[in-house]
């Protein structure tokens, strides 16, 4: 067995701090340039899609991206390592918080998965999800092997399994889906042989099975179906499906403008400021939209995998593959769902959904990655 | 030490694969837009133009309410409403002539329906008429071609079967205000009918059920072309009350007519149902279920009686000589006096410096606890007034439960006030005096209750001394009777002295409130509602100067089954104006005939 914090290599600590900040002007300008610029297409498609609605989002999505900058700033000031350090703290205080939804969560659309103190409501599923990197990383980080063994991919599995379970039995499904590309991310990068891969892949699919038949509610196992078949139920997911395609499809190649989009403005599409706002965008900007959009993501992941590249030590590498994975698939996720290649499940769209939590963390995983590159330099 | 190697190169060859392969999905995924928005593009634009889905409401029906013999309350009853689609209309103004001509209604106040939707999407359709008549229905019927803005809708109307006799308690609906949306969570929305009172706002949420949809597809002239689909409604639950409807109508007789104003409560003192709840005057929630008529609105609110405002829970008053069932639970508990502490009326008593009167200008004579409830002697109580103390009587009205609500399960009610030295300091800013604790004693100083409060406090002296929590749904999760530090001889003591003020020649209710073989007891309360000096001729009186009377009071004796408080606002004096109330009720209760030789 190993000294997970021994083999930390990572001595230069105390020398390297002063001169973090003067690394300032070595900002990753693609990762906060493409975040940036997402988050402000994100906050007018909000205020488009929610015109017709009760309340417009626009002013507290703008709240959370303010709040989501100042927590940028911050934790890209403080060294990452002091961040791995903690990360046992942090991962405790983000299972603490899974757990702490059972007696104190509030509910919102089937499954317990927020927490209110005084006028705040926050996901810990979020935050968990975070710290859950912070550990996974430095786990990894301590190994020294080309690729992973059993022992280590079986706790690999069980550091993510945790909150996996705690969120699935919220239940949140979407929610728990959203830990998985963390761990494959980083197994992959930290090297699986391809006999597991296979082996893997085959005992997913007999869990899959499982789950389907013991482990999944009536509405979930009617999404999963109404994707297959979506006459099955025109009035749910499938006229969710069928509205967003048409709202999609019929923006075109240069869309309706700006607030004019007839499906998102005659309230055709459910949670158009949330999981469907691409929907609007796509509607309202046209397939340019998209695709400007699109190349923005592009970027923010290139970026992310550029830092992932130069970063200075084995912990740099996963810390930013895990953070990045997750937004990957919640990009990846959301784009097909709108367009109808998968079946529709609570999954929003980085810097562009409305959101507190999940706006909040974006913000800081995006901290994170560019305080990684900032101290590249550094001990090399 | 260990040489560290980090396997550098093999990372970054993986993560430079897995990047590649996240930007070729994201190309992928990006190709399925061009898809649907290019090649498919035109198809789905024209989807979304004119053959449109559209979703309709299915309303579900609004839970029933039932009295606890299950006997129907509240029902519902269909209703024709005229809704206008703008967007269909070749020019508004006509479509609103034609309508106002069709309704035979004034084209202004159609204007003025308009007006109130001027910032609504105008392909949303809009309530323009309620309450059609079928020859009216018939009428559009026929012109629908030519307008086909028009449609009629079939809503259900509530109607409360006993009118004002039951408003109450029931309350009624009206129109969701924007801040009760915002507030629901999505489950209501602008132009839906909530509960604003009572049993109707208390249980919405159950009552309301929840509203299915229909999708169809229309074409561009918005005709139905198909159902696409279909959720069924989920119809409210039903509610079965405490209420006894022949008491509550018995109650509402009562009250009914002009300058009879009052509340009347009637309760199971073991468990705390509500039997009957009426406060006079009362208003028609029928009016209410059309979204109201300017003039009745305005008319209930400028009556002085104040019709909306529920007597029972919503208003305090002063409890008068009925106050003196506290002081003699207090006294005996508290030992001041004993059950056999003798004391002798003279019509009067000097407390510093200055003399108290007692009602009764020649005075009781000798009197001990018993005897002095069931005369309603104020020099007695001055006594126990005296040597309990304002903080020792306060406390006793608290434990009766003045100063905080019952718990009653429809909102609204008020705590009434309990006065103590800390009180006065506090709010008033200026010391307790001791003569006022005297005042006090027979309830005329500065407390306050509701009458819900009077029954509460009834119930307990009735039941031995436990707190129930009164309620109004037959099944509602109420807390379970709660023990209250009385001495159980002093409750003893006290319900006889209250039997003898109905039952005893002497007493003060005698003849007003007796029901042989239903053995009431009960206690009398007049509320001075100005000075002694001014009202030599009480009769004269004009009505607002004159007193209020209490009578509460509960039944039989030895078992008590119900807790009746009658309180009638300036209704005179308890004996004359409020103990023949209670007497009526507990007759129909028991079933018992007040006038046998009558017949």
Known sequence: MQNISKSISIQPLAEERPQALRHLSSIDLGLALSALLLAAIGLATVHSASSEMVVDYFPRQAGWVGIGLVLLVVVMSIDYHVLLDLSVVLYGAGIAGLIAVFFIGVQRGGAVNWIQIGPWQFQPSEFAKLATALFTARYLAGLNMRVLDVRQIVVTIAIVGLPIVLVAIEPDMGGALMFTPLVAGMMLVAGIRIRLLITAAVLALVLGAGVWTFGMHGYQKQRVLTFIYPERDPLGAGYQVRQSKIAVGSGQLMGKGYMQGTQSQLRFLPARHTDFILSVLAEEWGFAGVLAVMSLYAVYITSAARIAMRARDRAGIFLVVGLVSVTCFHVLYNAAMVVGFVPITGIPIPFLSYGGSFTMVNFIATGIMLGVDMRRYVNR | ?599
């Not at chain 2, 509203?211 to 002239?221: M, T, Y």
């Not at chain 2, 009766?400 to 006065?419: A, C, M, N, Q, Y």
């Open chain 2, 1 to 599: 030490m260990r040489v560290v190697r980090e396997h550098r190169d093999d990372l970054i060859t993986r993560v430079r694969i897995l990047s590649a392969v996240i930007t070729g999905i994201l190309a992928v995924i990006a190709s399925g837009f061009w898809f649907v928005q290019l090649v498919q593009g035109s198809y789905y634009r024209e989807l979304a133009e004119n053959n449109r889905l559209r979703k309709l409401p299915i309303k579900a029906p609004r839970g029933l309410i039932f009295d606890r013999h299950g006997r129907l309350l509240v029902e519902n009853i269909p209703s024709y409403a005229l809704m206008i689609d703008r967007s269909r209309a070749t020019h508004v103004d006509r479509s609103l002539a034609f309508a106002a001509e069709a309704l035979g209604r004034p084209l202004e106040e159609l204007h003025d329906v308009m007006r109130r939707y001027a910032g609504t999407p105008v392909f949303q359709p809009v309530l323009l008429a309620e309450n059609l008549t079928l020859s009216e229905v018939a009428r559009l019927g026929v012109e629908s071609y030519e307008y086909p803005e028009f449609e009629v809708e079939v809503q259900h109307l509530r109607l409360y079967r006993h009118g004002g006799q039951t408003a109450s308690v029931l309350g009624y609906l009206g129109e969701v205000t924007q801040d009760e949306v915002d507030r629901s969570d999505g489950r209501l929305q602008a132009g839906d009918l909530v509960g604003k009172k009572g049993i109707e706002q208390t249980y919405d949420a159950e009552l309301r059920g929840e509203d299915g949809e229909r999708v169809v597809v229309v074409d561009s002239r918005g005709e139905l072309l198909e159902e696409y689909g279909r959720k069924p409604a989920v119809p409210g639950k039903n509610l079965t009350l405490t209420i006894d409807l022949d008491l509550q109508q018995e109650a509402a007789h009562q009250l009914d007519g002009p300058e009879k104003v009052g509340a009347i409560v009637a309760m199971d003192p073991r468990n705390g149902e509500i039997l009957a709840m009426v406060s006079s005057p009362s208003y028609n929630p029928n009016l209410f279920a059309h979204r109201l008529q300017k003039n009745d609105w305005q008319a209930l609110l400028d009556d002085p009686n104040h019709p909306l405002q529920n007597r029972v829970i919503q208003n305090t008053y002063s409890p008068g000589s009925t106050f003196k069932i506290i002081m003699a639970t207090g006294g005996l508990t508290e030992h001041v006096v004993d059950a056999h502490s003798r004391t002798f009326c003279t019509g009067s008593a000097v407390y510093y410096g200055r003399p108290f009167r007692c009602w009764k200008k020649g005075g009781h004579g000798s009197v001990e606890a018993e005897t002095a409830i069931q005369g309603s002697c104020d020099v007695y109580f001055y006594g126990v007034g005296q040597h309990l103390g304002i903080d020792r009587i306060a406390k006793y009205a608290r434990m009766f439960g003045i100063g905080r609500p019952t718990g009653l399960d429809i909102g609204g009610e008020k705590r009434g006030l309990v006065p103590d030295m800390e009180w006065s300091l506090k709010t008033r800013k200026m010391p307790w005096y001791p003569g006022e604790t005297i005042s006090v004693a027979i309830g005329q100083g500065p407390v306050l209750l509701t009458p819900l409060q009077m029954a509460e406090l009834t119930a307990m002296v009735a039941n031995g001394g436990y707190r129930v929590t009164p309620h109004l749904l037959k099944d509602a999760a109420v807390p379970p009777p709660e023990r209250v530090a009385f001495d159980p001889a002093a409750l003893k003591l006290v319900r006889q002295g209250m039997w003898d003020v109905v039952n005893s020649p002497s007493g003060t209710a005698y003849n007003s409130a007796r029901v042989d073989g239903a053995n009431v007891a009960g206690k009398t309360g007049t509320v001075q509602v100005i000075a002694q000096a001014q009202r030599l001729e009480a009769k004269a009186l004009p009505f607002k100067y004159r007193d209020h009377a209490w009578f509460t009071s509960f039944a039989p004796l030895a078992d008590p089954q119900i807790v009746i408080t009658v309180f009638a606002e300036h209704g005179g004096s308890g004996a004359h104006t409020a103990a023949p109330i209670a007497q009526a009720l507990h007759a129909k209760y028991f079933k018992i005939d007040l006038h046998p030789a009558a017949r």
